[in-house]
């Protein structure tokens, strides 16, 4: 979802093996790699072994995240020479992931995790063929945060009103643009995209910023501020609705004036589910129409979308949006 200029305020936008009883002919387990793979082998292995540690780090695994360090040993073995500084800070990262596992406190867990995965950042970006950003692991946090990291309440406001959405993503200032960079080629300014392929929405840092103040904060700002707020709560659900296959605006680039129309409608079901009273996520709602919408890009506007048109989700109610 572009972001808009101009109103006030820059609004923008296992494999498991399989087998037979064992005896006592059998062999014993191996448990490291005594040759060392091809770099094209150790980067397959690379590419299960991360994907497993996402899922471990978005069910806070703790078990998982305490071996880190052994099943990198057990599933990468010893790494060949053009991968060895990366498989050092891989390493460094386990550490960081094994050390959050141990801790009882949520924002300590949750700081260890992050820097676990700037890590594998770090590590992902020397290879010769690295993973998309959008698979590689972040930590589950709410509340107020800089870092990057997976939103639990978003991803369910975004289950509960559009489409199953896997994971909402809230990314950092300084990833923000990386993840475009890499996505599109190009940084584009973007307040927040979907990824139909992972059934997931990627939103921006100050997004989640304005977000978080209704849902983490009792702020109920007013003036411009107001609009960033009903600008942000009207991207979640723009985004979200791209997954909604249900719907002719599924996948990033499709029927972008349905989703910020629908978007638009369901401000006021968003805000309420973020934490905002009735009459507050009314005003989002309203002013929203009234003084964000006429604003947006003519390839995100249509004259379907009003009281009654064809983009009336509700068109048996006089509210609208």
């Not at 891989?90 to 995790?113: H, S, T, V």
């Amino acid at each position: 979802m572009r972001r808009l200029v101009g109103v006030a305020i820059a609004l923008a936008l296992l494999v498991s093996a399989c087998g037979g009883t064992k005896s006592a002919a059998d062999p014993p387990p191996i448990t490291t790699r005594t040759e060392p793979a091809t770099e094209d082998q150790w980067l397959g292995h690379y590419a299960l072994w991360v994907t497993d540690l996402r899922v471990a780090l978005l069910h806070q695994d703790r078990d998982s995240l305490v071996r880190c360090a052994e099943t990198l040993a057990e599933k990468l073995g010893d790494a060949p020479a053009q991968v060895r500084k990366a498989r050092r800070i891989l390493e460094r990262a386990c550490q960081r992931f094994a050390a959050g596992a141990r801790m009882q406190d949520e924002n300590r867990a949750f700081r260890e995790w992050s820097q676990g995965a700037v890590l594998i950042r770090d590590a992902n970006g020397r290879l010769s063929h690295p993973q998309a950003m959008e698979r590689l692991p972040l930590p589950v946090g709410t509340g107020l945060r800089q870092e990057s990291h997976i939103e639990p309440l978003f991803t369910r406001v975004a289950n509960d009103l559009a489409a199953p959405a896997s994971e909402v993503r809230c990314w950092s200032r300084a990833d923000w643009p990386k993840l475009q960079q890499e996505t599109f080629g190009r940084t584009l300014n973007l307040a927040g995209f979907a990824s139909p392929q992972y059934k997931r929405a990627n939103l921006a840092w100050d997004i989640c910023d304005s977000l978080g103040t209704i849902a983490y904060t009792d702020r109920r700002p007013t003036g411009s501020e107001q609009l960033e707020l009903a600008f942000a709560v009207t991207t979640l659900m723009h985004e979200a609705g791209h997954l909604n296959e249900s719907g002719d605006f599924f996948g990033a680039g499709q029927n972008e004036p349905l989703a910020e129309c629908w978007g638009m409608q369901h401000i006021r079901q968003a805000a309420r589910r973020l934490g905002a009273v009735g009459a507050y996520a009314d005003e989002l709602a309203e002013r929203y129409w009234t003084e964000v919408y006429p604003s947006r890009p003519a390839d995100y506007r249509t004259e379907k979308c009003r009281d009654g048109g064809a983009y009336d989700v509700r068109k048996e109610s006089p509210i609208w949006p």
